[in-house]
């Protein structure tokens, strides 16, 4: 299944009172393995860059003023995301900054049931734990020490791998029987293989053989006597 992993970084929190997205990095994963294709955009967002936003992701105004607007690259953007989940960490934020985006270009939104969230995900399997992304590549021994400031490609890449291992583990991809160029041998049951063994073929089939005898003989039964007679206060001996 191909999905896309995705982070962006805007001007602020909410986008209804103004705040714009101002970056987008988009990786492709198909059967939860990295294809080696991403998107990386920065925006121009035609207004101010708040200096407590600026210091978590190093991008000022003046920077992004010689970017395209969002509007520039909104094709290029949707055709790279196609029909695919769109996974992200927190996603409704990163929803929402993007589908407000789009609102702004009388573009139609991308629908809510492509959303998977990472952080819904993490809360489950490590109820209590913290849930951000560099606690998450904490745990899994994720290598972030490149990560100085945020940047949208840079956690996306970090995501896919969280997200991996969030979902299975590296060895989720291996896929033996699913993914098996040829055909997959076929396991057999208990039933089968008794069934099968030289122990359970038809009767038809085995060598006849005279019943055993199940009682002891008189020469048996005398020995037996005699040696019960030789035991004194004999329990045996009425």
Known sequence: MREIIFDTETTGLDPKTGDRMVEIGCVEMVG???TGRTFHAWFNPDRDMPPE???VHGLSA???ATKPRFAELAEELLEFLGDAPLVAHNAG????FLNNELELIGRAPISMDRMVDTVAIARKKHP???LSLDALCTRYGIDRSHRVKHGALLDAELLAQVYVELTGGRQIGL???DSA???VAEVATLTELTTN???HRPSAEKPRREPRPHMASPEELERHRAFVAEIKSAIWVS
């Open 32 to 34: 939860r393995v990295e």
């Open 53 to 55: 936003a600026e210091r």
């Open 62 to 64: 003046a920077f992004l």
């Open 93 to 96: 934020f990163d929803f929402g």
């Open 128 to 130: 209590g734990a913290k």
């Open 175 to 177: 896929g033996l029987i």
């Open 181 to 183: 160029p040829g055909p």
């Open 197 to 199: 063994a030289p122990w």
